[in-house]
């Protein structure tokens, strides 16, 4: 730092700040510091009138007790330290651990009986080799969002402590009743809309419930020699495809009420349907996959034929650029955009694959969960084209989805347990398990703000579930999750 003028007026010794009556006339530091008095020398109880010009204050170590670390105390001169050797030795230590020349400090003789995490005795303590004094017994890995799972961390860098578990509610927020709502695990009759418009498909009608404003409206009926298979939305817009028990998909415009268009093609009912922007894949019980463009006249501009029983799942990934699709045959295929033939090939579930879910935080890490006989969550990296792990969950998988505001995922289930569990990723650690259904959760959503879920069973009911935080990581009740706990009817 710069010195400033020696001609200054001397200030009482009692004074906070110099008088700034005349303020010296330089050309240095843009700023003026005060001056500082030293008040620690043991040569006189006075304090001393000598100005010391400083940008931080240094703390006298003449108190400090060394020898509970077994160290000298610095030489003093005039009532001053000499050096801060022994200081930075003992810094340098605690940083850097005891490699850096300097034998770390024995742990004081006390007690540590009764502290969580630390050993029953010192010398336990003082004899570890430990490159940090104050650390708990047993380390917690610190887990990733990388599709490979743990971290790699920098050497000499401790892995964090965990967060707090979070609170999930184990009751539903609200419960709707939800008549014809069919039993059957190949059919997708529940969906949510990025306008916070639920989709429900109950025997040959759709209903639209607003989750806004709790309001029911009912958007077709198919008639008595058809019923409804399957709903999707658009990711973005109002546009709602139906696949229904006669092999067609009809794009209905939700906020007119009014349908505007009907596709055809497959000679069975469609089950699965997947939106990726103006183009929407249509799986069926005939074995194929017709891909469409609703901006062209064409009932479908290419046809998937790779599976050997009924499609009964589909997603797209988030950047629109690969198909997961899964089938009766226990395969999953994942197809490119322009592909015919699938560019990934994954047959090892042992029951059918309607669970399949893309992951929003890494690119290509794609999850699938297995019918009865398999109950497997399985994660496989599409980038790499490997399997990455296996989660036994020991109930039939029947959906799974991410979430959007955390590295979690839920699943939902059937025979044997009808549970409904969150999971967090890449450890599989439970947050919560979820009970309340009678039959199999066979239908899940999720809203658009990422908190709350949706599920729906052959008991016909529909129960929202406040699962995940908000974007911000805070627990706080919104407007799609602050239900009152009630019972109604969605028609």
Same mark, same amino acid.
Request: aromatic letters at 10%.
């Given at each position: 730092?710069?010195?400033?003028?020696?001609?200054?007026?001397?200030?009482?010794?009692?004074?906070?700040?110099?008088?700034?009556?005349?303020?010296?006339?330089?050309?240095?530091?843009?700023?003026?510091?005060?001056?500082?008095?030293?008040?620690?020398?043991?040569?006189?109880?006075?304090?001393?009138?000598?100005?010391?010009?400083?940008?931080?204050?240094?703390?006298?170590?003449?108190?400090?007790?060394?020898?509970?670390?077994?160290?000298?105390?610095?030489?003093?001169?005039?009532?001053?330290?000499?050096?801060?050797?022994?200081?930075?030795?003992?810094?340098?230590?605690?940083?850097?651990?005891?490699?850096?020349?300097?034998?770390?400090?024995?742990?004081?003789?006390?007690?540590?009986?009764?502290?969580?995490?630390?050993?029953?005795?010192?010398?336990?303590?003082?004899?570890?080799?430990?490159?940090?004094?104050?650390?708990?017994?047993?380390?917690?890995?610190?887990?990733?969002?990388?599709?490979?799972?743990?971290?790699?961390?920098?050497?000499?860098?401790?892995?964090?402590?965990?967060?707090?578990?979070?609170?999930?509610?184990?009751?539903?927020?609200?419960?709707?009743?939800?008549?014809?709502?069919?039993?059957?695990?190949?059919?997708?009759?529940?969906?949510?809309?990025?306008?916070?418009?639920?989709?429900?498909?109950?025997?040959?009608?759709?209903?639209?419930?607003?989750?806004?404003?709790?309001?029911?409206?009912?958007?077709?009926?198919?008639?008595?020699?058809?019923?409804?298979?399957?709903?999707?939305?658009?990711?973005?817009?109002?546009?709602?495809?139906?696949?229904?028990?006669?092999?067609?998909?009809?794009?209905?415009?939700?906020?007119?009420?009014?349908?505007?268009?009907?596709?055809?093609?497959?000679?069975?009912?469609?089950?699965?349907?997947?939106?990726?922007?103006?183009?929407?894949?249509?799986?069926?019980?005939?074995?194929?996959?017709?891909?469409?463009?609703?901006?062209?006249?064409?009932?479908?501009?290419?046809?998937?034929?790779?599976?050997?029983?009924?499609?009964?799942? +589909?997603?797209? =990934?988030? $950047?629109?650029?690969?198909?997961?699709? /899964?089938?009766? &045959?226990?395969? @999953?295929?994942? !197809? #490119?955009?322009?592909?015919?033939?699938?560019?990934?090939?994954?047959?090892?579930?042992?029951?059918?694959?309607?669970?399949?879910?893309?992951?929003?935080?890494?690119?290509?890490?794609?999850?699938?969960?297995?019918?009865?006989?398999?109950?497997?969550?399985?994660?496989?990296?599409?980038?790499?084209?490997?399997?990455?792990?296996?989660?036994?969950?020991?109930?039939?998988?029947?959906?799974?989805?991410?979430?959007?505001?955390?590295?979690?995922?839920?699943?939902?289930?059937?025979?044997?347990?009808?549970?409904?569990?969150?999971?967090?990723?890449?450890?599989?650690?439970?947050?919560?398990?979820?009970?309340?259904?009678?039959?199999?959760?066979?239908? +899940?959503?999720? =809203?658009? $703000?990422?908190?709350?879920?949706?599920? /729906?069973?052959? &008991?016909?009911? @529909?129960?929202? !579930? #406040?699962?995940?935080?908000?974007?911000?990581?805070?627990?706080?009740?919104?407007?799609?999750?602050?239900?009152?706990?009630?019972?109604?009817?969605?028609?």
């Amino acid at each position: 730092m710069d010195s400033l003028p020696a001609e200054n007026p001397s200030p009482s010794p009692y004074s906070s700040k110099p008088d700034r009556s005349s303020p010296p006339a330089r050309s240095g530091p843009l700023f003026y510091t005060p001056p500082r008095y030293n008040q620690f020398s043991s040569s006189s109880p006075s304090p001393s009138p000598r100005v010391i010009y400083s940008d931080r204050f240094i703390p006298s170590r003449l108190g400090s007790n060394f020898h509970l670390f077994n160290v000298d105390s610095p030489p003093m001169t005039g009532g001053k330290e000499e050096g801060s050797g022994a200081y930075a030795a003992i810094l340098r230590t605690v940083l850097f651990g005891p490699d850096h020349g300097i034998v770390p400090p024995e742990t004081p003789d006390r007690s540590w009986s009764g502290r969580v995490g630390y050993s029953s005795s010192p010398s336990s303590v003082s004899s570890s080799p430990s490159k940090n004094i104050f650390r708990f017994k047993a380390e917690v890995p610190r887990y990733s969002i990388s599709p490979m799972g743990v971290d790699d961390l920098l050497p000499g860098v401790s892995p964090t402590q965990p967060m707090a578990a979070r609170k999930v509610s184990r009751s539903p927020s609200k419960v709707l009743d939800a008549p014809a709502l069919q039993d059957d695990f190949y059919l997708n009759l529940v969906d949510w809309s990025s306008s916070n418009m639920l989709a429900v498909g109950l025997g040959n009608c759709v209903y639209l419930w607003n989750a806004s404003s709790s309001k029911v409206t009912k958007l077709c009926d198919l008639g008595v020699d058809d019923a409804v298979c399957s709903v999707g939305w658009a990711r973005q817009g109002s546009h709602l495809a139906v696949g229904t028990s006669q092999g067609i998909v009809q794009i209905w415009d939700a906020s007119r009420c009014k349908k505007i268009r009907i596709m055809e093609g497959h000679r069975l009912r469609v089950g699965a349907l997947a939106w990726s922007s103006s183009c929407l894949s249509s799986g069926s019980r005939d074995k194929n996959i017709f891909q469409r463009d609703i901006r062209v006249q064409q009932d479908y501009v290419s046809k998937l034929s790779a599976h050997k029983s009924e499609v009964c799942g +589909l997603k797209w =990934s988030y $950047d629109n650029r690969q198909l997961a699709s /899964g089938g009766n &045959d226990n395969k @999953l295929f994942v !197809w #490119n955009m322009n592909s015919t033939q699938p560019v990934h090939k994954y047959c090892e579930h042992t029951a059918a694959v309607k669970a399949i879910a893309w992951s929003p935080h890494v690119h290509g890490l794609l999850a699938s969960g297995g019918g009865t006989t398999d109950r497997c969550i399985r994660f496989w990296n599409t980038t790499t084209n490997s399997h990455l792990s296996c989660m036994d969950t020991g109930s039939q998988v029947c959906n799974l989805v991410w979430s959007k505001n955390v590295n979690e995922l839920v699943s939902t289930h059937g025979y044997s347990q009808n549970q409904i569990i969150v999971w967090r990723y890449p450890s599989m650690l439970k947050v919560a398990t979820l009970t309340g259904h009678t039959f199999r959760v066979l239908y +899940l959503a999720m =809203s658009p $703000d990422g908190q709350t879920i949706v599920t /729906g069973a052959g &008991d016909e009911t @529909l129960r929202f !579930w #406040n699962v995940f935080p908000s974007p911000k990581y805070q627990s706080t009740e919104n407007k799609i999750g602050a239900f009152s706990l009630g019972r109604s009817e969605i028609r």
